[in-house]
C-alpha cells in the first residue's frame, strides 16, 4: 500500500523503523496491555481499520494494539483518510470519541500561511503529536505574543482601527 500513496518501497520505510512488526503476528509484545507505550496514532486511518477498532474487532495487530491502547486508557489518535464521510463513519466516529479517541481529520489550518505541501502534512502531524504530548517545531504555536487568527487582542485590534 506505501508504493500506491509514496515514492517509496516497503523496505525504504521498514528501514526508517526501530522495529517492525507482521500485521498477523497477534503474539507480538505490542498486543499487551503489559507493553510500556504512552499511546498510539493511526496514520492514515481507513474506515476499515476505524470500524474494526469501534467494534472491537482486534483481528490483526494493528486492530488488537487498538484495542489494547483503549483497554489500558491511553492515548489513540486516527487520522482518517477518507472523504466525503458517510452515516456509517461518522457513527463509527462518535462511537470512539466517546470512548476517548481523539479523531484528528488531516485539514491543515492557514492562519500560519502555509507556502507548501510540507508545512500543511507537518501542521496535521504536529497536531497528532500535541495530541500525544510530544514536542515539535513543526508549525508555529500560538501564545500568549503571537498574532493568530482568533487571537482575542488582534481581533480587538482590528475592530477599532
Known sequence: ???LETNYDFEEIASLATRVHSIDDLESAISSGGYP???MVVVPCSMKTLAGIACGYASNLLLRAADVTLKERRPL???PRETPLNAIHLKNMLQLARMGTT?????PAFYNKPSTVSELVDFVVGKALDVMRIEHSLYRKCGIKDKC???SSSAQSAREN
Open 37 to 39: 507505550v504512552d499511546g
Open 1 to 3: 500500500m506505501v508504493e
Open 77 to 79: 489518535v486516527l487520522v
Open 103 to 107: 479523531i484528528l481529520p488531516a485539514m
Open 149 to 151: 487568527a482568533g487571537d
